[in-house]
Every structure is written in structure tokens, then in C-alpha cells.
């Protein structure tokens, strides 16, 4: 039962262009939401986050979207680097005091020059 | 960087025996988390801590216990390892006045 799901288990542009990284979550409860990358044998690091009561959340060349309607968020690379190649991992969390997170599989990003 | 170190980063060990996985952060964070990272799966809560003694159960909890004696240092055991335990171990820790989570470099461990 898997309540963060990131269907796409890669994607590959072109440098310069845009990257487009979807997930989808079903439990209504969650409300805070966050991105992470993580490049090979690292651990994963905290990339950008939205709060429920916003529909966007912009950091540099990184915009974070969130359809509460259809439970889906998404995550805007532009332009796209080299360097951003790395999986990218979805996260989710009811704002509770545990601050548990929900990840999703994750997405392969690969940045070709 | 956060403060957060995984000890060991590498482990091969054998089906049945005992193992315990390190997580030690200087950041004097009050929560600590264990996940395990599989193919096709993310990651995945083991268990966590909010504060010293204070521990919890997360999602894939069974066959793993945890300690927390200090607030710098958060330990996962494997009483009885198994294969299916095979898998790369992280840590995170969190400060509690927001939601994100900082992550170590994480442990590759391995059972045969």
C-alpha cells in the first residue's frame, strides 16, 4: 500500500532544459511535503519542501507544485544541470509531532551536456 | 552539513548473527530516525526517536530494535540478521521546529 507514489522510475533531458519530477500521494491527512536528492553512495539531501496552505514553494532554479485536489506535487528543474543528475525522492508528512516521512520510490534524473 | 556520522559505512556479516548499526550527531537534534533503502522502495521508517529513552516503531519495524542512552547517539540492532536485512541503512535527525529531515551518510550492509 503504497501512499506516495513516484510512477516514473527515470527521466532524462537536456542540459538547459526543463526537468519535470511528478508524485502522487492518496492519504488526505498528509500536509507538509518535501523533495530530497541523493547522488550515489551519499545520503539523501533536503532539496525544497511546501506546506499544504501554499501551491507553490520556489528556491533558485528549484519550484515545488502541489495540487491538494489531485493529491499530486511536482518538482521544476530550470534550467537543468549536469550536476542535477541523482534520484530525486518525494516525501510526505501529516505535520505531526513525530515528523514521520512517507517516501516515494524515487525518480532517476539524468542531466545530458 | 549536518553533524550526523553512520558507523560502520560498510558491513558484511553473516545470517544469524547479531549487529549493530551506529548513528551519532553533534547537533544536539531531539528526533533520530532509522530507514532502510531498497530498490523499488525508497525508504522506508524502522524506527525512530523523540527523545532519550524515547522510541518508537515505524512501518518495517520487525527484526530491528533500537537504543537511545544519550541524545547524541541512536542504535539500531539486528538481534538476528537475516538476507532480507541485506540493504543500505540511514539515519536522519531533525530539530523539531521543522519538518525537515538531515541525513547521514548511510551504512551498506550486507547478509549472507
Known amino acids: 500500500d503504497q501512499q506516495v507514489k513516484q510512477n516514473s522510475p527515470s527521466l532524462s533531458v537536456q542540459e538547459g532544459r526543463i526537468s519535470i519530477l511528478n508524485c502522487d500521494y492518496t492519504n488526505s491527512m498528509f500536509d507538509y511535503f518535501l523533495w530530497y536528492k541523493k547522488y550515489p553512495a551519499e545520503g539523501p539531501t533536503f532539496l525544497i519542501s511546501?506546506?499544504?496552505?501554499?501551491d507553490k514553494n520556489e528556491d533558485g532554479r528549484f519550484t515545488v507544485f502541489l495540487n491538494k485536489s489531485a493529491k499530486h506535487l511536482s518538482l521544476h528543474i530550470v534550467p537543468s544541470q549536469p550536476g542535477d543528475s541523482a534520484v530525486y525522492f518525494c516525501a510526505a508528512t501529516p505535520m505531526s509531532n513525530t515528523g514521520k516521512l512517507i517516501f516515494g520510490q524515487g525518480t532517476t534524473l539524468q542531466v545530458k551536456p | 552539513d549536518a553533524g550526523i556520522t553512520q558507523s560502520p559505512r560498510h558491513k558484511v556479516t553473516e545470517t544469524g548473527t547479531p549487529v549493530t548499526l551506529r548513528c551519532h550527531q553533534t547537533?544536539?537534534?531531539?528526533?533520530m530516525y532509522w530507514y532502510r533503502q531498497d530498490p523499488g522502495h525508497g525508504l522506508r521508517l524502522i524506527h525512530y526517536s523523540y527523545g532519550v529513552k524515547d522510541t518508537d516503531k515505524g512501518e518495517v519495524s520487525d527484526g530491528y530494535s533500537v537504543s537511545r542512552s544519550k541524545t547524541e547517539d541512536f542504535l539500531l540492532t539486528l538481534e538476528s540478521a537475516t538476507s532480507s536485512q541485506t540493504s543500505v541503512y540511514f539515519c536522519?535527525?531533525?530539530?523539531?521546529?521543522?519538518?525537515?529531515?538531515?541525513f547521514g551518510p548511510g551504512t551498506r550492509l550486507t547478509v549472507t
Open positions: 536522519a535527525i531533525r530539530d523539531g521546529s521543522s519538518y525537515e529531515q538531515y
Open positions: 511546501i506546506s499544504s496552505i501554499k
Open positions: 547537533e544536539n537534534h531531539r528526533y
